[in-house]
């Protein structure tokens, strides 16, 4: 990153290109949801805003699936059998790309791990997944081995990860109001990116 990467319109110009990947790609169903990706994110950052988490979690919790936003695999990817990997990619983009922080790209990155973690420890968690959730933890490697659960546990931004599990879980709720994708893409500011 050169030194005015996080400069106001370095910034903005990272707000205009996000806001138009949700323009162009926000509308695709959630894979197998009844929420669209939009809909999935801006309910995922609402979450994570009425729990008062800081800008960055609550910007990861709106981003976390940006993955799916730019691949063409198509929504159906997991119902072909196909794992498309979206929290690297999601994250690796959003570092290589966008230059954010890893309490930004972190969690995006472990909010797979995440799910497969909590199926290992909690033993309701895995009933309680929709059936599209629970089809792609089967692709994503299932649930944890004891010795993953304590490599994740140290993990940097594991708990982050976690809390950002449970809104992404929940954020699936057809038609629910929450504040516009401005009103969260606003919150980014230059303590979310690298430093120069």
């Known amino acids: 990153m050169s030194s005015d990467d996080s400069s106001p319109k370095r910034i903005s110009d990272i707000v205009e290109r996000l806001a138009g990947l949700f323009t162009d790609r926000g509308g695709e169903l959630y894979g197998g949801e009844a929420v669209t990706q939009l809909e999935h994110a801006l309910q995922a950052a609402q979450l994570a805003e009425q729990e008062d988490r800081p800008s960055h979690e ?6 976390h699936d940006v993955g799916h936003l730019i691949h063409d695999l198509g929504d159906d990817c997991a119902e072909r ?39 290992a420890v909690d033993a309701d968690y895995h009933a309680s997944l929709s059936e599209a959730s629970q089809l792609s933890l089967s692709l994503q490697g299932g649930p944890f081995t004891d010795d993953e659960v304590a490599a994740f546990r140290k993990t940097p931004y594991s708990e982050s990860a976690v809390r950002l599990r449970t809104w992404d879980d929940k954020a699936k709720i057809p038609g629910l109001p929450t504040p516009s994708l401005q009103h969260f893409l606003s919150l980014i500011d230059p303590s979310m990116f690298v430093p120069t």
């Open 58 to 63: 609550i910007v990861s919790a709106l981003l």
């Open 81 to 119: 059998g196909i794992d498309d990997i979206h929290e690297r990619a999601g994250s690796d983009w959003l570092e290589s790309e966008a230059g954010f922080h890893g309490a930004v790209t972190q969690p995006v990155r472990l909010h797979v791990p995440a799910k497969r973690f909590l199926c």
